[in-house]
């Protein structure tokens, strides 16, 4: 069992930064490989980057690759992700999940924090 809980949301005004949070519980973290997904209202949960529990490998979304950045710290039990060049669109609730597979599709985790809110204005 992991249990996430998603920090560092915020309101920021358009070109600003952001890094979210997610810090999960258990001892065998490492395992385990983290997605960020965000969900706009009235949109579908759409995927953002994710990382491989050894935090060798990562991968993004077209849209965001070059303005978000994901990362681990295994000691610490936490996902990073920095955003930047912020745009109005992003504005969002960001979700981290965790899961055995490395994957894209939200279906492949099994583990969800509460999300946290992301608002860049213009």
């Known amino acids: 069992q992991v249990q996430l809980v998603e920090s560092g949301g915020g309101l920021v005004q358009a070109g600003g930064s952001l890094r979210l949070s997610c810090a999960a519980s258990g001892r065998t973290f490492s395992r385990y490989a983290v997605g960020w997904f965000r969900q706009a209202p009235g949109k579908e949960r759409e995927f953002v980057a994710a990382i491989s529990g050894s935090g060798t490998n990562t991968y993004y979304s077209h849209s965001m690759k070059g303005r978000f950045t994901i990362s681990r710290d295994n000691a610490l039990n936490t996902v990073y992700l920095q955003m930047s060049s912020l745009k109005p669109e992003d504005t969002a609730v960001y979700y981290c999940?965790?899961?055995?597979?490395?994957?894209?599709?939200?279906?492949?985790?099994?583990?969800w924090g509460q999300g946290t809110q992301v608002t860049v204005s213009s």
């Open positions: 999940a965790a899961g055995e597979t490395y994957a894209l599709f939200a279906s492949e985790y099994d583990y």
